[in-house]
């Protein structure tokens, strides 16, 4: 399965179907940082059993799951949103969709009720690859790439069908990989 769209900051990555490595397995990456230093992204759609408030007692009303954002610093929280307007904060990765801000905001704007679920994500731990690391696995074609996506797919709370849904979105040449058994096996 090739793939010659080359990340950049904003890009999904998919993990090809069968990766072993269970940190990725069909997994959706929404890169956040890709420079020639490396790369930082967050898995989108491996659910945690966690919500917010178990992790931030002081976000009583936040029952926002929190997604297993990658192998990397899973004691750190992450996040990403659409709601600069609110926020007036973050680092803007895809059009309309911003990584990080301000937390002493984004508390209050939370335990008021003023920020709806499906406009922020939060992870614990993230997906980091070192100089030319991203690269090397792309060449063993471990990756593909989807750079044109809507801003709404980071959003989605189908964990299940992410995966199948941007795949589906390259086109034809990778639709019918959607539907390969997560186990060659049991084909």
Known sequence: ????????????????PFMLDPNF???????????VEGSIGYVLNHKSNMVLKDLIPEC???????????????????????????????SEIGEGI???GNFETLKILLNNNDIHPDEIKFFVGYSGWGA???KSEMEENSWL???????????????ENLWKEVLRSLGPKYAHVANFPENPLWN
């Open 132 to 134: 030319d690391q991203l």
């Open 145 to 159: 790439v989807a750079n044109k996506h809507s801003s709404e797919l980071p959003f989605l709370d189908d964990e």
């Open 25 to 35: 397995k069909r997994s959706v990456v929404l890169l956040t940082e890709h420079t």
């Open 98 to 100: 911003y990584w990080g």
């Open 1 to 16: 399965m090739i793939n010659h769209a080359k990340p950049k900051r904003g890009s999904l990555l998919l993990s090809e």
């Open 60 to 90: 009583e009303n936040a029952d926002n799951v929190i997604f297993i954002g990658g192998p990397v610093a899973n004691n750190t929280l992450h996040f990403i949103h659409r709601c600069y307007n609110r926020m007036n904060s973050g």
